[in-house]
């Protein structure tokens, strides 16, 4: 059975700093890892699509990594402003396309 | 946003009392999947629908069902409602069980 694990559960940083999310999964046969954002009470806006086949990829000042082999994922997230704020999900997708999620982190970004 | 739209947006019901929420997938997607995300929690996949067949089911009992339209559009009841299943409830639509676009949510209290 997947597990997505998401450490820590929350994180506090000032404006301006880089910061990584970290996301670990037990099972490396995944299709798919993505990364989503959601707000309170909101539903999910998708950040980053990662295929099995890739180690990376990119938009604008969010960088995701996979390391499939070790199940890893990393969300790299530059310049951290107020707006970033929100809690972060991974969420990895089997064959069957069923997505299995973290708990998420909760990021706080202080003006 | 997404184009998933998911009605109502809050409901609530009281313990035993049945309830249906709806979806609307994005246009040209066949495929749609539900998820319950209790507070402080990853969302829990229920189960998915692809051209109008149930296509996967998560840890869920019988009492939770869904239904997919000719439209590709879909419905989630849940029947003798409990107080655990407040939550709040996300569909997801995709073409062909790829990437998944999530709606923003309806929010179910049982009182």
């Known amino acids: 059975k997947q597990e997505v694990t998401q450490i820590p559960a929350a994180l506090s940083v000032p404006e301006g700093e880089n910061l990584v999310l970290n996301c670990s999964f037990t099972d490396s046969a995944i299709y798919n890892l993505q990364w989503f954002r959601q707000d309170p009470g909101k539903g999910l806006t998708s950040l980053l699509l990662?295929?099995?086949?890739?180690r990376e990829q990119t938009s604008g000042r969010l960088n995701a990594s996979l390391d499939k082999s070790s199940g890893r994922s990393t969300l790299y997230i530059a310049a951290s402003q107020p707006g970033d704020s929100a809690t972060y999900l991974c969420a990895v997708s089997g064959t069957n396309s069923k997505l299995t999620f973290g708990k998420g982190i909760t990021l706080s970004v202080r003006p | 946003e997404t184009g998933v739209t998911q009605s109502p947006t809050h409901l609530i019901k009281t313990r035993g009392q049945q309830v249906t929420l709806r979806c609307s997938s994005q246009?040209?997607?066949?495929?749609v999947s539900w998820y319950q995300q209790a507070l402080g929690q990853g969302p829990q996949f229920i189960f998915q629908?692809?051209?109008?067949?149930?296509?996967g089911r998560g840890n869920f009992p019988p009492r939770f069902s869904g239904l997919q339209f000719p439209n590709y559009s879909s419905e989630l009841n849940v029947n003798a409602l409990e107080l655990d299943d407040s939550a709040l409830y996300l569909c997801a639509s995709s073409l062909d069980r790829n990437i998944q676009y999530f709606g923003a949510g309806t929010r179910l209290s049982v009182l």
């Open positions: 629908y692809y051209r109008e067949e149930e296509n």
């Open positions: 246009s040209g997607h066949n495929t």
């Open positions: 990662i295929q099995s086949s890739q």
